[in-house]
């Protein structure tokens, strides 16, 4: 089963940029769609970003939009999210996901705390 661990969080002000990593062990990493999701306390869980296999596709929630980049890097077995212009309202937990034979494994997540 693949295990993917998230790294990259932090606290900072707004308007600030972060950059999460997601690496997912396996040596057929190529193969995964993988994608971010985000859950802020007392809400639920939302998708913020997707990204094909080949890491041509890639998709977005209308929140992070022109804000927020996904990106693979297939040789390093890493996936990563870009975040410029951070808000408070983008404080969450950040968890990757791996769909792989139609099996999604999650990571653990990592807290991302944006101040005003």
């Known amino acids: 089963q693949v295990q993917p661990v998230e790294s990259g969080g932090g606290m900072v002000q707004a308007g600030a940029s972060l950059r999460l990593a997601c690496v997912a062990s396996g040596s057929t990493f190529s193969s995964y769609a993988m994608g971010w999701f985000r859950q802020a306390p007392g809400k639920e869980r939302e998708f913020v970003a997707g990204i094909s296999r080949s890491g041509v596709s890639t998709y977005y929630a209308d929140s992070v939009k022109g804000r927020f980049t996904i990106s693979r890097d297939n040789v390093k077995n890493t996936l990563y999210l870009q975040m410029h212009s951070l808000q408070p309202e983008d404080s969450a937990v950040y968890s990757c996901?791996?769909?792989?034979?139609?099996?999604?494994?999650w990571g653990q997540g990592t807290q991302v705390t944006v101040s005003s």
């Open positions: 996901y791996v769909l792989t034979s139609g099996i999604v494994s």
